[in-house]
């Protein structure tokens, strides 16, 4: 019985076929920034005040167009993703700071600790009498 030589072939096929179609490639169109001010170029808007239609890419944007803030160079923008990009960041944001870094007997060790250094320094005014 000879091997399957031919098994490669058929792999190799399938990950073609599996690989996703242009389509997918259509999405959101992307925002920049720009570096300078800090300015969002946003396609879906565009820029009324130079004429620039919404539905606008910024890489469709004329030569001599500027930052409307600071008429830095589209150059200096920076690609920044399309608006719905889900990335989590704003959820965790609450986490990490303040109390939350804590553990409940760390907490408790606080209040408590602070209590009993309270209570000794009270006593140690009643001692001096
Ligand atoms: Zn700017």
Known sequence: MEPDLNNSDILSQQVEQSSPPEVLLIEEPHRY???SCG???EPTVGDPRRGIGEGTLFTDLPKEWRCPVCTARPASFSDIGIPSKP????ENLGFGFGVNV???GQKNLLIFGSLAVAFAFFMSLY???
């Open 127 to 129: 001692a001096l009498d």
């Open 39 to 41: 300015y969002i170029y």
């Open 87 to 90: 990335s989590g960041f704003t």
């Open 33 to 35: 920034e720009c570096s």
């Open 102 to 104: 804590m553990t409940p």
